[in-house]
């Protein structure tokens, strides 16, 4: 079982829509998970955090489910510029701090 | 956040030549590390780029064929020696900021033929 897992996609929704994707990760020690959002041809950048009680940007929802250990972001009124990829990332315990990366869930949002 | 520069942008080499990667940070960080990623494909980690001493290698990457400099906490290089077709990808550096938010350089197209 892979540490961090994604539904690759792609989702493919029209502007308006409220789009949801889950990620999976197999160490319950893990301490700290982020959404990352990449573009095409370009670099991962940081989306937000995710908290244990949840947080909101905007129209952006990250929500962090210890027990079942999963990550979830929604995305409500999905613009244009939001197709991307979407990469879920964990950080598990101890000091050398590596990042464990999802594959990333590909979003369209039509016209 | 921190600003992570990083050259070349793009490159076209021979087979069997060999390219080295900068990243500069405007600020000092802890960590610096090293990701591939492939067409279509997710991040994949080389290595940490230790200050002052020798870097970290992930499983299936080593020394001699991407040696590793981190002479101080805002620079880091990477070289992808005798270089061979599959070494074409993307090359990133990452630096660790706060609590272990991950910031990129634009990253480094390299095609080998």
């Known amino acids: 079982r892979k540490e961090v897992e994604q539904d690759p996609g792609p989702f493919n929704v029209p502007e308006g829509a409220t789009v949801a994707f889950n990620c999976t990760y197999s160490?319950?020690?893990?301490?700290?998970f982020f959404w990352y959002r990449q573009d095409c041809r370009k670099e991962p950048k940081l989306l937000m955090s995710?908290?244990?009680?949840?947080n909101e940007d905007g129209r952006f929802t990250a929500q962090l489910n210890r027990a079942s250990q999963y990550i979830s972001l929604l995305i409500r009124d999905s613009k244009l510029s939001d197709s991307a990829t979407y990469l879920c990332v964990v950080t598990n315990a101890g000091n050398n701090r590596k990042l464990i990366w999802g594959l990333g869930t590909s979003l369209a949002v039509n016209p | 956040s921190a600003v992570i520069s990083q050259k070349p942008s793009r490159d076209i080499c021979q087979r069997g030549t060999s390219l080295t990667i900068q990243c500069q940070v405007d600020s000092q960080v802890t960590m610096m590390f090293w990701y591939r990623q492939q067409p279509g494909q997710s991040l994949t980690l080389i290595a940490t780029a230790n200050q002052g001493s020798e870097a970290t290698y992930e499983s299936g990457f080593v020394i001699d064929k991407f040696p590793i400099s981190r002479p101080n906490l805002t620079f880091s290089t990477l070289t992808v020696s005798n270089m061979s077709p599959e070494d074409s990808s993307i090359y990133l550096c990452?630096?660790?900021?706060?609590?272990?938010?991950?910031?990129f350089g634009q990253g480094t197209r390299l095609t080998v033929v």
């Open positions: 995710v908290y244990s009680s949840g």
């Open positions: 160490n319950s020690a893990s301490q700290s």
């Open positions: 990452s630096a660790l900021q706060g609590a272990n938010l991950a910031f």
